[in-house]
């Protein structure tokens, strides 16, 4: 189905760009090895990569002992992700040879997660194909962060286009939430990090693509 070329597509990073849960698991298994905790597998942090520290430490810890210490763990997590934040992760297959094809189409990109902007700009210099894109929002650029629509909206103006002109595209439910709210057409990328236990169908995504480069079957 060919849809109304956008002048823009904003992306999601985590999960959708780039598949960062190898070292967001190693990450919490070094909080966890450091307490002498049992260890969590790679089945069970990849579909929760997408939550963020506070997602991957309730799993570990439980909710409770996760609010209790919130901090401390929060803290810990973020340093040993820092301490080694590219070591398994890669771009998703087919990213290249995706981004590659809107330039040629002359649609701007833009990146807009909820990723800290100390990590984002630590992680993105890894990935050389990744530099053209100038404008990248991360969760507190803003005073607010997805599912709210501003970041995208931001992300909009910084590139000169209307909202109605983008596409958002990303994996997780608050990714849905937040393009529906800025009013852009949203697709999802079922390829990210959704865990069993959600309810994807339930989103109301546009439309969803099983590989980053689908996404081109709908230009």
Request: hydrophobic content about 45%; aromatic content about 6%.
């Amino acid at each position: 189905m060919s849809l109304t070329k956008p002048q823009a597509i904003l992306f999601d990073l985590d999960g959708t760009l780039l598949d960062t849960a190898p070292d967001l698991g190693a990450a919490l298994n070094k909080v966890l090895a450091a307490e002498e905790r049992p260890l969590v597998t790679a089945e069970e942090y990849t579909p929760l990569a997408s939550h963020g520290s506070a997602g991957l430490l309730k799993h570990a810890y439980g909710i409770a002992e996760f609010e209790e210490r919130k901090h401390e763990l929060r803290t810990a997590f973020l340093q040993a992700y820092a301490d080694s934040i590219a070591s398994g992760t890669a771009l998703y297959p087919g990213v290249i040879d995706l981004l590659e094809a809107l330039r040629t189409h002359s649609i701007a990109v833009a990146i807009v997660t909820n990723k800290p902007s100390k990590l984002t700009e630590q992680l993105l210099p890894y990935y050389p194909q990744l530099h053209a894109i100038d404008v990248v929002v991360c969760g507190d650029t803003l005073a607010v962060a997805k599912p709210h629509p501003e970041p995208l909206l931001h992300a909009a103006q910084q590139l000169g286009v209307s909202a109605e002109a983008c596409w958002y595209i990303g994996d997780a439910e608050r990714d849905i939430q937040a393009g529906r709210a800025a009013g852009m057409l949203t697709v999802l990328a079922a390829y990210g990090y959704i865990h069993s236990s959600e309810q994807p169908h339930l989103w109301q995504a546009d439309h969803q693509i099983q590989t980053p480069l689908e996404l081109l079957s709908l230009l």
